[in-house]
């Protein structure tokens, strides 16, 4: 038996002409042959009378200090509604389907409301409602506790409950529908060269969504990586082949790795950061220890850490610039702030051990006279962070010097 899971996202399943297409797909798979295991996040976005914003706010715009437990509720209702709507759908169209709660499904979560871990997984359910001749239609971001209480598994949380289930009944792949084509090498909405990755790996595409690329969750893929599920990116509205994410073996990316390869897959960036700068008069690795010490204690996540005997650099997210300052100013530190950053990052398997990729993105930088405030590399993401007017004109040279912009925009790994 040949499953496939199809995760359909809340744009998809927004009015009836989408669900009619969302339906088109679903039975698409059933002729060819699998047997497809649906997930659907709740209709639309905020403002739409069922997303789940607008569902969690019907309380927390009246009420104040509104228990998690009780926010768990009126959010997977959403998804719950949207189950319950696309089932019958397939049902009018002769098709037999089946809603499904996630607890119903056999999600077991512990009990972090708001933001759930998944313990553990049954699949029984789900494997019997399909060799009863039903499609499952399962409500996304959502679980059960042992004690029988809904649980919501945080932002991404359908992503998270396709991955698990494709992981948990051994499917073919994990297809996950939204309004975009796939993966892109850059983000479209800054650069029209932006072009679609045919292919790329696990460990690639978690490093883009980390780095401010937003298509699929990490949570999802590091589920589908840890259990070597096939991820595939498509459009609901459109029959494209999507982005594959898979992995690869070293020989085979050795083999790959020709004259011909493209060292970096795709371009993603960070806005509304801010860069600090502060200075010692002496080398004191107490006073550094101090100062790390007390960012972490007001709950200021750093980022982008350069560490100098006299000098140490990092970036903070731009809304807490006021908090930082108060800890800087309560340690007497002597501190510059620039407050109009973003962060552009490459990523790609493609350059690990491949020398000379900073000195081209160095060099095309500088032959735009964009300056360059900080850097960070690791074997597989070049980061480099700028003043946050130069963000398109850097992705538009970055994209082109390392032509992603070439129709050919397939990794050129061996799968």
Avoid at 55 to 64: D, R
Avoid at 123 to 133: R, V, Y
Avoid at 178 to 191: N, S
Avoid at 324 to 344: G, M, P, W
């Amino acid at each position: 038996m040949k499953i496939i899971v199809q995760k359909f996202g809340g744009t998809s399943v927004a009015d009836s002409i989408c669900r009619e297409q969302v339906a088109k797909n679903i039975i698409g798979a059933l002729k060819k042959g699998f047997k497809p295991v649906v997930v659907v996040s709740a209709m639309g976005r905020q403002g739409a009378p069922y997303a789940t914003d607008t569902l969690k706010n019907l309380v927390t715009e009246i009420f104040k200090d509104v228990p998690a437990r009780e926010l768990d509720l009126i959010m997977s209702c959403g998804e719950i509604i949207s189950s319950v709507v696309l089932a019958n759908v397939l049902n009018k169209k002769g098709y037999k389907a089946k809603s499904l709660t996630g607890g119903q499904a056999g999600i077991l979560t512990d009990d972090n409301f708001g933001n759930a871990q998944v313990i553990d997984f049954n699949p029984e359910t789900i494997l019997k409602t399909i060799k009863n001749g039903y499609i499952p239609v399962v409500s996304g971001f959502q679980g059960i506790t042992k004690s029988g209480e809904i649980t919501t598994l945080g932002r991404g949380g359908s992503d998270t409950t396709a991955a698990i289930l494709g992981a948990g009944i051994k499917a073919e792949r994990v297809e996950i529908y939204t309004d975009v084509d796939g993966i892109m090498t850059a983000d479209p909405r800054i650069l029209s060269e932006a072009r679609v990755i045919e292919t790329i790996t696990y460990d690639e595409v978690f490093q883009l969504s980390n780095e401010g690329a937003k298509v699929i969750h990490p949570k999802a893929v590091e589920i589908a990586m840890m259990n070597n599920v096939p991820l595939v990116i498509k459009n609901f509205k459109n029959q494209g082949d999507g982005t594959l994410i898979t992995s690869y073996s070293n020989k085979e990316r050795n083999i790959s790795l020709n004259k011909n390869s493209k060292v970096v897959t795709g371009i993603a960036h960070t806005a509304n950061i801010a860069q600090v700068t502060v200075i010692s008069e002496s080398e004191n690795s107490k006073e550094e220890i101090e100062l790390f010490n007390a960012l972490a204690q007001s709950g200021i996540s750093i980022d982008l850490i350069n560490l100098f005997p006299k000098l140490k650099v990092f970036t903070i997210k731009k809304d807490k610039i006021e908090k930082t300052v108060e800890v800087l100013e309560e340690l007497k530190a002597n501190y510059k702030i620039i407050d109009k950053c973003v962060k552009i990052s490459l990523v790609g398997a493609g350059m690990r051990d491949v020398p000379g990729v900073m000195a081209r993105v160095v060099k095309t930088l500088n032959s735009k006279g964009i300056k360059i405030l900080q850097t960070s590399d690791s074997n597989t993401t070049i980061s480099v962070l700028i003043e946050e007017n130069n963000l398109v004109e850097a992705v538009r040279s970055l994209h082109r010097e390392f032509h992603l912009d070439s129709k050919k925009s397939k990794i050129y790994f061996q799968m």
